[in-house]
């Protein structure tokens, strides 16, 4: 498989050594949504900005955000605050939050809907959100790795059809039996603007960039490669035409045994593990081809106590012996006390 060219020296921050294949005595760490709402001085921001799209759109306020837990646990990559809805939106689609109930957008179930879309595409729309990344480089240390990411087309495409999260998909499974001309055009304008979106944000200042696909999971083998592995190979490609020294992390969250092909079919630098996945198939099967992060599970992390450190012990010995960043399988939960942070970060640092 084709690696990007940049070289990592002992100056390089630990997180891009990782990802660029190093084995490293003590894994470098960070977690997803570490940004939230288990901070207080995250939920005082978010007061300040009154909404959490607000929040997105105000680079001083998302960059604040964003470099909260580093300062806090001085983990070591930061995730660019934002949230993966923000691309159908800049298409021209009506996104809001109904507090308590998740992301709402207007459904795209024909295409005189699409086309209205793409006539809302309108340039500068991610304008702040780029602002708010070439604040945060501005502020962070060297030692840290600086993160920036996007949906994955099927994932993002799930939310633009069903105008919502969904159990199982089913709107977005049901285009595709129904019109798959459709869908597929749907797809193939959230690739253009993803790789747009993330060639943006390595222009200003990110050194990675992860795609989640939080949904590969509900679908079968020759669906993923279709509506999962073809387009994403499709981004990476783009980044990589513009930005070869760019670490890509893949997070085909629920892919399991299909991952291998993932990484082969895609060409990503590294994956994403979910909780759910087997760790001796993770590292024989996933770890022999490219680095991995993960995947300890998010509701041990809130449990806390002797599971916790067994299970942060199991994790590393798992991976340790291979490229690997620590991580959670999925987002931490609101819930989550800070004092399971601070002892999963003596777990792993030793
Ligand atoms: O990891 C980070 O800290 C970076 C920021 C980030 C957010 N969302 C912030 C957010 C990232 C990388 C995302 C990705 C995202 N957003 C995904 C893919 C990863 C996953 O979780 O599966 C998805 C599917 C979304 C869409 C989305 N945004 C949903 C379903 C929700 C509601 C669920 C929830 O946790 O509230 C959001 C809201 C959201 N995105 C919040 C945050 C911090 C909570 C908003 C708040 O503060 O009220």
Known sequence: MDQPSGKTTSATPAFLRALSGEKLAVPPVWLMRQAGRYLPEYREVRAKAGSFLSLCYNPELAAEVTLQPIRRFGFDAAILFS???????ALGQ???????????LEPVADAARLAEIDRGAGAGKLDPILETVGRVRASLGKETGFIGFCGAPWTVGTYMVAGRGTPDQGPARALIAQDPVLFQAIIDR????????????????????????????????????????????????????VHPQARIIGFPRGAGELIPEYIRGTG???VSLESEIDRDFAREAIQSLVPVQGHLDPLILRAGGDDLESEISAVKAAFGSGPFVFNLGHGILPDT?????????????G
């Open 190 to 241: 959230i690739v253009a603007s993803s790789i747009d979106y993330l060639n943006a944000q390595i222009t200003a200042g990110v050194d990675a960039v992860q795609i989640f696909d939080s949904w590969a999971g509900a679908l079968g083998p020759e669906d993923f490669r279709r509506w999962c592995i073809e387009p994403t190979r499709r981004i990476v490609e783009g980044v990589r035409a």
């Open 83 to 89: 949230d993966i809805l923000v691309v159908p939106q």
């Open 268 to 270: 990503v630098d590294a």
């Open 337 to 349: 006390p800070i004092a399971h942070v601070e002892r999963l970060l003596k777990a792993v640092r």
């Open 94 to 104: 009506k996104l809001w939050f109904a507090e308590g109930e998740g992301p709402r």
